[in-house]
């Protein structure tokens, strides 16, 4: 990646980070010159992450399994006590299990979903807040879906409600703090090809009756590129939101 320097001297943390869109958000982020909080539920993983990355005093990883309360709030108050701030702040982890149509959906499912999602990134939110206000400056991006922004596949509803309120938390987040220096956004990408999508994909596209190629060919066919995005491009925007050059929120 190249270097930028638009990030310098800023301290950001990204929940689930070790691989996959939270991964490729800590390297650019750590390439523009942030300091980079990694998390994730493996250690083994965490330190695996930091080796690749090579990132020195720069990178740093802490544990945080985004279905605790208590390990979200710790994640954001560990990246302040080390580094006597915290800038930016990235909900990344998501998703949802147990597919099923509404009138067969377990309240399993339901639950976990909404924890995971909802609940996590609210978590997150109000933690990292008081201390972006302490600063002045201060950026949340949340990674969505463009499930958030249509109703149109079966079998993953509570996905589609939980990403549908992500972008009611983000637009609120941002009405209520934009005057004081803090901005909030949320990326929506359709299907990415990460090892989580090929781990989850299969169970979501047999819910609907189709192959998961043929699954993730309708993703493709409804970009504009007719191609799958990517990490890196994910990555890409997630570094114009955090820097000074994407200081715009979403409109009320």
């Given amino acids: 990646m190249v270097a930028t320097g638009s990030l310098d001297g800023r301290v950001a943390v990204i929940t689930g980070s070790t691989r996959s869109i939270g991964r490729a958000i800590a390297e650019a982020f750590l390439a523009d010159g942030a300091t980079v909080v990694v998390s994730g539920r493996s250690e083994v993983k965490g330190k695996q992450a930091l080796e690749e990355m090579d990132a020195g005093d720069r990178a740093v990883f802490h544990p945080c399994d985004a279905n605790s309360q208590e390990d979200i709030e710790g994640l954001a108050d560990f990246a302040a006590e080390r580094f006597g701030r915290l800038d930016i702040w990235v909900n990344n982890v998501g998703g949802s299990s147990g597919f099923a149509p509404i009138h067969q959906l377990s309240d399993e499912a339901w639950h976990n979903a909404l924890n995971l999602n909802v609940n996590g990134y609210f978590y997150g939110t109000r933690r990292a807040l008081p201390k972006m206000l302490e600063g002045g400056w201060g950026r949340i991006i949340n990674i969505s879906s463009v499930e958030g922004k249509q109703a149109n596949k079966p079998a993953i509803s509570h996905y589609i409600t939980n990403k549908h309120a992500i972008h009611g938390l983000t637009k609120a987040t941002a009405f209520e703090y934009g005057t004081q220096g803090i901005t909030c956004n949320a990326i929506c ?31 493709a066919e409804h970009a504009a590129t007719k191609k799958i995005t990517t990490v890196e491009q994910i990555a890409a925007v997630a570094s114009l939101l955090a820097s000074e050059a994407g200081a715009v929120s979403p409109a009320r």
């Fill in 189 to 219: 990408p359709g299907a990415v090809d990460t090892d989580l999508m090929r781990a989850a994909g299969p169970a979501a596209a047999e819910a609907e009756g189709i192959s998961y190629e043929d699954w993730l060919g309708r993703f």
